[in-house]
């Protein structure tokens, strides 16, 4: 009888985690299984149920890649980093815009975009950040019916020619142990304090 563990995995569908896809292809350089099929992006935007980042919050934190869960809002690991420890902060609500955030949704959307900071300055040592949000699909969104935004971990040197001539980044981290590690970190202080 054959043994069902023994058999690979099958990749999963990447549209169905949290991520804002870029059109980068993603080379996991610890090789294990890829889970990337293509940027998939949800056919119908408006519709809350194909939408990535309603969804995270619902899986476990290792099913979901979630870092620390807030009252109005979350943080997640994107599917589609850009750096290990690319991290993306999201209201529960899905609204495209920093605008339609309430008075509470704001202050946790700042307050968790700053520990992420911090947390990856504690986690990391990043020699710098690339914080924003892209709104709509014309500014480059790649879930635009679903705000976010992105805290970009960067480091000297951690572009190289692989984006450029390949459309592919090479990335030294597998994400579950990026999410651990971060998780475990997570902190509302400044290290440097
Ligand atoms: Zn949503």
């Known amino acids: 009888m054959a043994d069902a563990s023994a058999e690979p995995a099958a990749a999963e569908p990447a549209a169905s985690f949290a991520g804002d896809p870029d059109g980068f292809e993603r080379l996991w350089t610890p090789h294990r299984l890829a889970y990337i ?3 998939r992006k949800p056919v119908d935007p408006d519709d809350a149920a194909q939408c990535p980042f309603c969804r995270a919050p619902g899986l476990d934190d290792a099913e979901g890649l ?4 807030g009252r109005t809002a979350f943080v997640v690991l994107n599917l589609f980093p850009y ?5 993306l902060v999201c ?3 899905h609204v495209s815009s ?8 704001l202050a ?3 307050a968790l975009t700053r520990a992420a900071v911090f947390t990856l300055r504690a986690a ?9 949000m892209n709104q709509g699909n014309v500014a480059g969104a790649g879930i635009a019916a679903h705000l976010h935004q992105h805290v970009v971990p960067r480091w000297e040197g951690d572009a190289n020619f692989l984006p450029v001539v390949g459309r592919t980044k090479a990335l030294p981290e597998l994400l579950e142990d990026t999410r ?5 970190a997570w902190t509302t202080e400044d290290p440097a304090d």
């Open 108 to 110: 946790e959307f700042t």
């Open 83 to 87: 750096n290990p420890g690319h991290l």
């Open 66 to 69: 979630v870092v620390h869960r």
């Open 98 to 105: 920093y605008v339609d955030l309430t008075g509470e949704e």
């Open 37 to 39: 099929q293509g940027d």
């Open 180 to 184: 651990r590690r971060l998780a475990a």
């Open 124 to 132: 990391s040592n990043p020699a710098g950040f690339n914080l924003g």
């Open 91 to 93: 209201p529960h609500r």
